[in-house]
């Protein structure tokens, strides 16, 4: 097994649900068996949201940089990070760490093309910072499909932080259903559950909608790479 660094706390809770998706994604007999991780589970991580919506002085690429550095130095072989928004930063952490870093929106936008019909619409459930930066937007029209987002920004915010600080309550839920299905109104069935306060609550999807969740797609990389050989 080739061990993994995790840049965590993103928040702390997707952090664990990262973990715990791992775990369940292995057969095991013993813990030896399983794959062997090193998560930094830094809280302290500047906000994205301040610092992309808000306009925050405090840039989190180079605390993102530090905790790459650190997870390679410490013997992590490949570097993963339970966050969609935080992946913005993700050149700051290529150019710091000389190992692998496995991107979750890239894999996503490749599930994305799997899933979808050819100019297909997806539906992105996330922080209104994916659609500011155009982090899916790009990479989703380089294979021919269009990203679209909630309309109501302010709630999808409201939603995510209150699970940051509350935990995943009956009022994100709700939010997250009504967007999912606001979403589904505009001809995109194909949804990702890309933020991973969302992950908590995957639930909440309208029922109708073919949704998948950004962190599955993190873990299965994970999983792979973790079982790979060396080159």
Do not use: W
Not at 35 to 57: C, E, Y
Not at 84 to 95: E, K, L, M, P, V
Request: aromatic share 4%; with cysteine.
């Amino acid at each position: 097994m080739r061990r993994i660094g995790i840049l965590g706390g993103m928040g702390p809770e997707a952090t664990i649900l990262l973990m715990q998706k791992v775990v369940k994604a292995v057969p095991a007999q013993d813990d030896g068996d399983h794959i062997p991780l090193i998560v930094d589970q830094n809280t302290q991580v500047p906000s994205r949201i301040a610092h992309l919506l808000q306009g925050g002085p405090v840039d989190p690429g180079p605390v993102l940089a530090d905790m790459a550095h650190r997870l390679a130095h410490a013997g992590a072989e490949a570097l993963a990070m339970p966050c969609n928004t935080a992946h913005h930063y993700a050149d700051a952490i290529r150019g710091a760490a000389t190992v692998p870093f496995i991107d979750m929106i890239a894999l996503s936008v490749a599930h994305a093309k799997a899933q979808a019909a050819p100019g297909g619409r997806i539906g992105i459930l996330g922080s209104p910072a994916l659609r500011r930066t155009g982090l899916f937007d790009a990479p989703l029209a380089q294979v021919g499909l269009t990203a679209v987002y909630p309309a109501d920004e302010d709630r999808m915010l409201a939603a995510i932080r209150q699970i940051k600080s509350e935990g995943p309550g009956p009022d994100p839920r709700a939010v997250l259903h009504d967007a999912s299905c606001a979403l589904l109104d505009t001809g995109a069935q194909v949804q990702m559950i890309a933020c991973t306060e969302f992950s908590l609550i995957p639930d909440a999807v309208a029922k109708d909608a073919a949704a998948f969740d950004t962190l599955d797609q993190l873990v299965q990389a994970i999983v792979s790479f973790a079982k790979s050989a060396p080159t």
